[in-house]
Protein backbone atom coordinates (compact mmCIF):
# COMPACT_ATOMS: atom_id res chain seq x y z
CA UNK A 1 0.00 0.00 0.00
CA UNK A 2 1.38 3.34 -1.06
CA UNK A 3 1.71 6.09 2.00
CA UNK A 4 -0.94 8.47 -0.29
CA UNK A 5 -3.21 5.60 -0.11
CA UNK A 6 -3.03 5.09 3.49
CA UNK A 7 -3.52 8.66 4.59
CA UNK A 8 -6.89 7.93 2.78
CA UNK A 9 -7.71 5.31 4.29
CA UNK A 10 -6.82 6.94 7.43
CA UNK A 11 -8.93 10.04 6.93
CA UNK A 12 -12.10 8.36 6.09
CA UNK A 13 -11.61 6.12 8.72
CA UNK A 14 -11.69 9.25 11.07
CA UNK A 15 -14.90 10.60 9.68
CA UNK A 16 -16.44 7.54 11.68
CA UNK A 17 -14.48 8.23 15.08
CA UNK A 18 -17.04 9.09 17.66
CA UNK A 19 -16.73 13.09 19.42
CA UNK A 20 -15.38 10.53 22.72
CA UNK A 21 -12.62 9.24 20.33
CA UNK A 22 -10.62 12.43 20.70
CA UNK A 23 -7.64 10.50 21.29
CA UNK A 24 -7.80 8.22 18.74
CA UNK A 25 -8.50 11.06 16.33
CA UNK A 26 -5.16 12.76 17.58
CA UNK A 27 -3.74 9.30 17.02
CA UNK A 28 -5.02 9.03 13.79
CA UNK A 29 -3.98 12.90 12.61
CA UNK A 30 -0.14 11.85 14.12
CA UNK A 31 0.11 8.74 11.50
CA UNK A 32 -1.08 10.98 8.98
CA UNK A 33 1.32 13.52 9.23
CA UNK A 34 3.89 10.61 9.84
CA UNK A 35 3.27 9.42 6.54
CA UNK A 36 2.89 12.64 4.58
CA UNK A 37 6.16 13.45 5.82
CA UNK A 38 7.45 9.84 3.97
CA UNK A 39 5.55 10.85 0.98
CA UNK A 40 8.37 12.83 -1.10
CA UNK A 41 7.52 16.46 -2.35
CA UNK A 42 8.49 18.27 -4.79
CA UNK A 43 10.87 21.22 -3.46
CA UNK A 44 10.22 25.07 -4.56
CA UNK A 45 13.06 27.51 -5.61
CA UNK A 46 13.48 30.45 -4.25
CA UNK A 47 15.96 32.82 -5.79
CA UNK A 48 17.76 29.91 -6.90
CA UNK A 49 18.26 28.12 -4.31
CA UNK A 50 16.00 24.88 -3.49
CA UNK A 51 13.29 25.23 -0.29
CA UNK A 52 11.24 23.15 1.73
CA UNK A 53 7.68 23.32 0.23
CA UNK A 54 6.48 22.21 3.89
CA UNK A 55 8.47 24.87 6.19
CA UNK A 56 10.38 26.89 3.40
CA UNK A 57 13.78 26.60 4.85
CA UNK A 58 16.48 26.04 2.37
CA UNK A 59 17.30 22.53 0.83
CA UNK A 60 20.92 20.91 1.54
CA UNK A 61 20.02 17.40 0.98
CA UNK A 62 17.69 17.44 -1.71
CA UNK A 63 16.38 13.93 -0.12
CA UNK A 64 15.35 15.19 3.18
CA UNK A 65 14.68 18.51 4.63
CA UNK A 66 17.56 18.79 7.26
CA UNK A 67 14.24 21.21 9.18
CA UNK A 68 11.26 19.41 9.29
CA UNK A 69 12.37 15.87 7.68
CA UNK A 70 10.04 16.30 4.68
CA UNK A 71 10.85 13.42 2.37
CA UNK A 72 11.40 15.21 -0.99
CA UNK A 73 11.21 14.01 -4.90
CA UNK A 74 14.13 15.78 -6.82
CA UNK A 75 12.61 13.57 -9.65
CA UNK A 76 10.15 15.56 -10.14
CA UNK A 77 11.69 18.59 -10.77
CA UNK A 78 12.79 16.91 -14.11
CA UNK A 79 9.80 17.44 -17.03
CA UNK A 80 9.03 13.26 -17.62
CA UNK A 81 6.10 13.75 -19.73
CA UNK A 82 7.15 12.72 -23.22
CA UNK A 83 4.52 11.80 -26.05
ZN1 LIG B 1 11.10 21.33 5.77
Redesign the pocket.
Known sequence: MRAEEAIQRLETHKEYISPHGRFTKEAIDMAIKALEKQTPKKFLWDDGNPV?P????EVWDMEW?N????RLDRELDTIIEEE
Open positions: CVCGECSCGQ
